[in-house]
């Protein structure tokens, strides 16, 4: 599984009958920087998703998708599959809603999880999601070089993943740990014309 960049953000509405409402937007379209190239001066690393890159479990109301604190299955504060959660894809961000019901609120993790939300440590969305086989979706993603007018980094841009969950986090989901073991390389333009994302160009988990 892999998690996207603490790019999008919660915003906490009151609801009637004692549930508590969130709203969060993933937007599309913006780099985040995962790496800086670290203290070997290795590249800068950034990443950014595809307007409508997680279409298609989104569209898929048979897909359960779920809204969880911190990426952690076993601490659940609403699903599609419950009726407690409903996704809106734009071209701009994928707009998330979901309700925390008064059950739900008794649980240990979500009282948890609302308390550091109002007391502003836990502010950021990020998703939860796979890359589909390369055999069904073969241009899923792209590793590009960043303009040099702005700078030397190397841009991931993912043009379609399977979503299966929202997390609010704190920060970040991806560690120095991890980038450091995924394989950041440049498609060559003779490649890309037959199939851009080749298996040797693609991050390696």
């Known amino acids: 599984m892999h998690f996207g960049p603490h790019l999008g953000g919660l915003e906490l509405r009151k609801s009637g009958g004692g549930s508590v409402r969130l ?7 913006k780099l985040a920087t995962l790496s800086d190239g ?8 950034k990443e950014q998703f595809a ?3 997680f279409a298609y479990n989104v569209e898929r109301e048979d897909v359960d998708i779920l809204f969880l604190s911190g990426h952690r299955y076993d601490k ?3 699903s599609r599959k419950a009726g407690t959660l409903d996704l809106e894809d734009t071209d701009d961000a994928l707009i998330m809603n979901a309700t925390i019901t008064p059950d739900v609120q008794e649980t240990t993790w979500a009282r948890d999880f609302l308390k550091a939300y109002r007391a502003g440590l836990v502010m950021g969305l990020s998703p939860g999601f796979r890359l589909p086989p390369q055999r069904t979706v073969p241009n899923a993603e792209k590793v590009e070089d960043e303009d040099p007018a702005l700078g030397n980094a190397l841009i991931r841009t993912i043009m379609a993943a399977l979503l ?3 997390s609010a986090v704190t920060k970040a989901a991806y560690e120095d740990a991890q980038i450091e073991e995924r394989s950041w390389q440049v498609t060559p ?5 037959v199939s851009r994302f080749a298996h040797t160009y693609r991050w390696r988990v």
Do not use: D, I
Not at 23 to 29: A, I, L, V
Not at 189 to 193: E, F, G, Q
């Open 38 to 45: 670290g203290r070997n001066g290795g590249r800068p690393k």
């Open 189 to 193: 333009a003779s490649a890309r014309t």
């Open 51 to 53: 307007p409508r890159a």
């Open 164 to 166: 299966y969950e929202l």
């Open 23 to 29: 709203r969060g937007t993933f937007p599309y379209g």
């Open 76 to 78: 659940p504060l609403a």
